[in-house]
């Protein structure tokens, strides 16, 4: 899958690029300990930093960045950004804009006194021809003081302007500063063509081999990493 970024010339030499999702990962996930004590079982258990599913899926596809610090105070957004001129003039040049919250009305989002945000691309994004660009809040990164609202978009046919990530502020408590390069949105193509389902029983050779694995599963830990989990390649860039 060839995904390309495209930005206004001006941009091309100061703008943050959007990273492979596994270069990005949160500090607290490396210093967060492989196992901790379970009053439950009465000892100690894996934590989700041996979960390979869980670190894989929050290291799966690419970031966009945000361009620049976001000072928040008081729920006011403010930045200080000096941007060269652009040679496309419907360009943005502030990192955010707002909704209303009138325009989640009925959704589970929705409250009068809570921000909808709308994070501003810098970045056209290009996707292989019968793909679309899904893209959602970075996996399990609950830390975040908002929460991005899912997309899907046809950005095979829709690429000549920058996405608009619209996400709910969550925590109006929040004060400080969110740096350049917070994970604004986690992003992956997928194939637009609809999924065929089959069901069927297990067979006595499906049902041997699950009750099988089930026992290896349970006899010690890293069996699915060992045996199961598939080698992830790195992204190149051009």
């Known amino acids: 899958m060839r995904i390309v970024f495209r930005c206004d010339p001006a941009l091309y030499d100061v703008l943050p690029r959007p990273v492979p999702a596994r270069s990005a990962l949160p500090d607290w996930l490396r210093r967060m300990p492989a196992a901790a004590f379970s009053g439950t079982h009465g000892q100690e258990v894996r934590t989700v930093k041996q979960c390979p599913p869980f670190v894989d899926a929050m290291a799966y596809g690419f970031i966009m960045p945000l361009p620049c ?88 046919r829709f690429n000549q302007v920058g996405i608009l990530f619209p996400a709910v502020w969550v925590d109006p408590g929040f004060a400080g500063v969110l740096p350049a390069g917070t994970p604004v949105a986690q992003c992956f193509a997928v194939a637009r063509e609809a999924p065929q389902l089959a069901f069927a029983p297990l067979s006595d050779e499906e049902r041997r081999r699950y009750d099988t694995t089930a026992a290896a599963l349970l006899s010690k830990p890293g069996v699915y990493r060992r045996r199961y989990r598939a080698r992830r390649p790195r992204s190149s860039a051009e």
């Open 69 to 156: 610090d976001v000072a928040v105070r008081d729920g006011r957004f403010s930045w200080s950004w000096d941007l060269p001129p652009l040679s496309v003039e419907a360009h943005p040049r502030s990192p955010l804009s707002f909704h209303v919250p009138a325009q989640v009305t009925g959704t589970p989002f929705h409250a009068a006194e809570r921000a909808i945000v709308k994070f501003n691309s810098f970045w056209t994004i290009e996707v292989e021809p019968g793909y679309a660009l899904f893209a959602t809040h970075p996996v399990n990164r609950a830390d975040l003081p908002f929460r991005l609202l899912t997309g899907l978009v046809d950005a095979d």
